[in-house]
């Protein structure tokens, strides 16, 4: 019974967090980037976000059971290439107005 109200009320919070917000993505861009208004630690919490809520949470568990060393292999890996980003990449994303690395290499290389 608790696990019905505990899921109840967590699902509850979470959809109206989500129709709350749904109405200010008025384009692309505040939906994608969010307008390229966060600051270097609110891009870091979304990245975070991103990793552990789906990706480490799912993806990682099941490698592990599998697989073994390749789940800690892709932790840390995930780690390293956030630090990559953020030192080497961040600044020129943002200074030349695009989204993704493949992007500013296809700007670039065609």
Same mark, same amino acid.
Do not use: P
């Given at each position: ?32 980037? =969010? ?6 630690? !609110? *891009? @870091?919490?979304? $990245?975070? #976000?991103?990793?552990? %809520? ?16 390749? =789940? ?6 995930? !780690? *390293? @290439?956030?630090? $990559?980003? #953020?030192?080497?990449? %961040? ?20």
């Amino acid at each position: 019974m608790l696990y019905k109200i505990t899921f109840l009320i967590t699902f509850t919070l979470i959809t109206l967090a989500t129709v709350r917000r749904s109405t200010g993505a008025h384009s692309a861009a505040v939906f994608s980037v =969010a307008n390229r208004s966060l600051s270097c630690t !609110g *891009v @870091s919490w979304v $990245i975070i #976000g991103t990793l552990v %809520a789906g990706v480490s949470t799912i993806g990682t568990v099941q490698a592990a059971y599998s697989d073994g060393i390749s =789940a800690g292999i892709f932790t840390f890996g995930s !780690g *390293v @290439s956030c630090f $990559i980003l #953020g030192c080497f990449f %961040a600044k020129a994303l943002r200074e030349e107005g695009v989204v993704t690395v493949s992007e500013y290499l296809g700007k670039f290389f065609g």
